[in-house]
Every structure is written in C-alpha cells, then in structure tokens.
C-alpha cells in the first residue's frame, strides 16, 4: 500500500467518552473506554460477522488504513458497539493496547 495523501495515524486507541447519539445506552459522558480498531459489516449474512469472527469480515474497515483516518486525534466517532469499558485500574495505555490483541485472540 502506498499512501499518496493526508492519512491520520492510530487504530489502537483508548479515551473518555464526551458526548453519544440519542440511542446509546451503555455509556454516559466520562465512562473510561478502549475501542476495537476494526468496525465490520455486522450483517446477518456475513459468515464471519455471524460467528464472532469479525476480525476477518470483508468488509472490516480498520482506522488508520486509507481511505479511513486513525484514531490519533482529539476527538473520534466510533460506534458504541465496539466500545469496551476500561476499569479504573486500568490505564488509557494499558487499554488501547488490549483492542487488536483481544478482537483476534482464540478465533481460529
């Protein structure tokens, strides 16, 4: 792959959620979270998707592989289903590198 233009680096990435849209009602403004860097299709169709093996959808889009900007910003949208509480012993750091490594790990 080569990058020609501006892309956004990051897709590990852990922060504190500031605001969310009217539906979700798992987290609230200040819940500590760790994201998934890679958002799949989640179709009812998709063998991967329907089996808990996301990682390897298709269709996946993974942060910070273009045409999709990172997460090394200061403010990201990311869906809530692919948002995972960090307990408060748990540091930001500690969080964002648990993402990749748990979506992968004992899929196959």
Known sequence: MIVTGDNGLGHESAGVVLDM??????FKPGDRV????????????????????YNAC???VFF????????????HA?????LHRLPNHVSFE???????PLCCAGRY
């Open 78 to 82: 990311h869906p809530d289903s692919w």
């Open 21 to 26: 849209g009217d539906s979700v009602t798992r």
């Open 58 to 60: 298709p269709e996946v």
């Open 94 to 100: 500690e969080g964002s590198l648990g993402g990749a």
């Open 34 to 53: 760790a994201m998934e860097c890679g958002i799949p299709c989640s179709k009812p169709t998709c063998d991967f998707c329907r089996t808990g093996r």
């Open 64 to 75: 910070s592989t273009p045409p999709y900007h990172g997460t090394l910003r200061r403010y």
